[in-house]
């Protein structure tokens, strides 16, 4: 069955410094993935969306990279600020029209 | 520009009981999605209406049922309500023509005691 992995446990990063979340899948050829920032009792935030054919993408001081060989997407916050600290996570969809299926996230911790 | 609205933001059910949620979606997006979230867990795919009809459906029983209006709103009905149904329900909406993420509302926490 299609499987999304997250880094399992929290990251804690020191403020000024990168932090950098996995997403790992498992039988799925998805045609793009998403990453979304999700706070305590809020739905989530959508963040990038990177497509199979692309291998990086840019946002402000975000990057996201998108393996589909070994299926696998990076996605990196630079210059990390106490407000970056969150639940990520990343999600796959396999069309344009189709749904989107979310790992289980990663909790980012940023300390002063 | 409102966002997703959902209602009601919390709600406390007994075991067995049915319950109604609403979602309103983003002005200009048709498509709407439900989703489920359980503490600590990512959300889980419910179903997923355009054009009024369910068009995808997740590994959910068919206790969960929904419907789609034709100003785009929809609806997650639930019966026969278990402990496990407790979680925070998500609704997700989007233009079906443009692929981009989904605009999540902030979600009824459904308590089932």
């Known amino acids: 069955s299609q499987k999304i992995e997250q880094n399992s446990e929290a990251l804690n990063i020191q403020e000024g410094k990168t932090a950098t979340l996995t997403c790992n899948y498992t039988n799925y050829s998805p045609a793009y993935l998403q990453w979304y920032r999700q706070d305590p009792g809020r739905g989530p935030v959508f963040l990038l969306l990177i497509r199979e054919n692309e291998k990086e993408k840019r946002k402000e001081r975000l990057k996201v990279t998108f393996d589909t060989t070994l299926k696998q997407s990076l996605f990196h916050i630079t210059a990390s600020q106490p407000a970056d600290s969150a639940t990520y996570l990343c999600a796959l969809g396999d069309s344009s029209a189709s749904k989107i299926i979310f790992g289980s996230g990663t909790r980012l911790s940023i300390r002063p | 520009d409102a966002g997703v609205t959902q209602s009601p933001t919390h709600l406390i059910k007994t075991r067995g009981q049915q319950v109604t949620l609403r979602c309103s979606p983003k002005?200009?997006?048709?498509?709407v999605s439900w989703y489920q979230q359980a503490l600590g867990q990512g959300p889980q795919f419910i179903f997923q209406y355009y054009e009024e009809e369910e068009r995808q459906r997740g590994n959910f029983p068919d206790r969960f049922s929904g419907h789609q209006f034709p100003n785009y709103s929809s609806e997650l009905n639930v019966n026969a309500l278990l402990l496990g149904d407790s979680a925070l329900y998500l609704c997700?909406?989007?233009?079906?023509?443009?692929?981009?993420?989904?605009?999540f509302g902030s979600g009824t926490r459904l308590t089932v005691v």
């Open positions: 997700a909406s989007r233009r079906r023509t443009v692929n981009y993420g989904y605009t």
């Open positions: 002005s200009g997006h048709d498509t």
